[in-house]
């Protein structure tokens, strides 16, 4: 491995930034009415009407429905979903510092200024932790789901920089 790059890094307190405040009670107290719910409401929802629903959903967030997601309205899905949250807000706690420190030479670390998931103070406490890493701050507004809007400009970004280090080689 010539270089990782961790793109808005959510890799640790993932219960205390601002999405996590809201998912954590959500995924770990209330999952089982998530299930009910879901059950209840998409179980006997024929596919057609799930359909709908879920380019309805797309269209409000402004995605392009480029492939079948109905499994994601299934109840086992949704309650998987939920669980594996949960998980990830009880696990996801202190950083793995002594990893870091170990790959640190290989490692870029890629924090947003708007990231409801990894606020600015995570990349202040790992910046002091690490001055010698290298480790980055979004100046470009991108959101921590930048897959949706902004895949492209991240690609170019990440490419640009393997370039300069495939470059060393």
Request: charged content about 25%; overall charge negative.
């Amino acid at each position: 491995i010539i270089r990782s790059i961790l793109l808005f890094p959510t890799i640790e307190r993932m219960s205390e930034s601002r999405n996590g405040r809201i998912a954590t009670p959500l995924l770990c107290w209330f999952r089982y009415v998530l299930y009910a719910t879901g059950y209840l409401l998409f179980k006997p929802c024929p596919e057609k009407i799930k359909s709908m629903l879920l380019n309805m959903c797309l269209r409000m967030l402004d995605l392009e429905n480029e492939f079948t997601i109905l499994n994601v309205l299934e109840p086992f899905c949704l309650a998987n979903a939920a669980y594996l949250g949960g998980q990830e807000m009880m696990e996801v706690v202190e950083r793995d510092n002594e990893t870091i420190k170990e790959h640190l030479p290989k490692l870029t670390f890629y924090y947003g200024t708007i990231d409801p998931w990894c606020p600015l103070r995570f990349y202040e406490d790992i910046k002091k932790d690490f001055p010698e890493g290298d480790i980055r701050l979004c100046e470009k507004k991108i959101p921590h789901a930048f897959i949706l809007h902004s895949y492209q400009e991240v690609a170019d970004m990440t490419g640009d920089w393997l370039k300069e280090e495939l470059s060393k080689i």
